[in-house]
């Protein structure tokens, strides 16, 4: 019993690989088409009587700009499945010995077998929307991931630039965040790292111009206990300074 090879390539490649089927003496069966969501898929086979076996092209995703070369010129008896698929399914053949112009077989409305019901355009855009929704997810952990091996890359060469023994201090935007993340595990195997979080501009600059010689954490306690230092909510500062004046 005979086995089938199925080998999927792109258009590009049909004409080479049907030549080179005709050189090794191979006969042409059938050719089919299907339609799919992205387009239409194409399925040439080939018989192999001296190997006993069937080869099958796969061609995937055409459609209504693609322009599918003819292959009657080295397989005539192609020429009812070409104007046979270019009837039904839309697909354009390009250099037909035998060409029909549309009028091989006669439809009611054009490519009849592109026709989808209702149930189905559902089913497609429901299929379309969870392959959408999976790229974007994959894309969002690629970014982070990216993004992650960036930080990890910019604390290396942080600590590569720092002395061993001087002290270090990490500012960071958010508690949680990739970066302070990456420099939490930093502190808690470098000596003299210090992380501060939920950094804002006050609070740089108190550190920035910090009195040198002191114990670094304590100075960074006494900063960040600061009242000018902590996030303040100006209307309830605006009712309290309204309550002063009327007192």
């Not at 050189?23 to 050719?31: A, C, I, N, P, S």
């Amino acid at each position: 019993m005979y086995t089938t090879e199925y080998v999927t390539i792109p258009l590009g490649e049909l004409l080479t690989r049907v030549q080179t089927f005709k050189y090794e003496g191979l006969r042409f069966v059938q050719m089919a088409a299907e339609t799919t969501a992205q387009g239409m898929d194409l399925f040439y086979t080939f018989y192999d009587e001296v190997n006993d076996k069937a080869v099958t092209l796969d061609i995937y995703d055409i459609d209504e700009t693609s322009e599918v070369p003819s292959i009657q010129n080295m397989y005539f008896t192609a020429f009812s499945y070409e104007n046979e698929t270019h009837d039904l399914f839309g697909v354009k053949f390009v250099n037909m010995k035998l060409d029909f112009g549309g009028h091989f077989f006669n439809v009611a409305v054009d490519s009849p077998m592109t026709v989808i019901t209702p149930e189905q355009k559902a089913e497609r855009e429901k299929a379309a929307k969870v392959a959408a929704a999976k790229a974007a997810k994959a894309r969002k952990a690629a970014e982070e991931k990216s993004a992650a091996e960036a930080d990890a890359a910019a604390a290396a060469k942080m600590l590569d630039e720092t002395p061993e023994g001087d002290d270090l201090v990490v500012c960071t935007d958010l508690f949680g965040g990739s970066v302070n993340n990456e420099f939490t595990s930093i502190v808690q195997r470098r000596p003299n790292t210090y992380l501060v979080t939920n950094m804002n501009l006050p609070l740089l600059i108190q550190l920035l111009f910090a009195e040198e010689g002191r114990d670094t954490a304590e100075v960074i306690r006494e900063i960040c206990a600061a009242d000018d230092t902590r996030v303040k909510f100006v209307n309830d500062l605006i009712e309290d300074t309204e309550d002063d004046e009327e007192f």
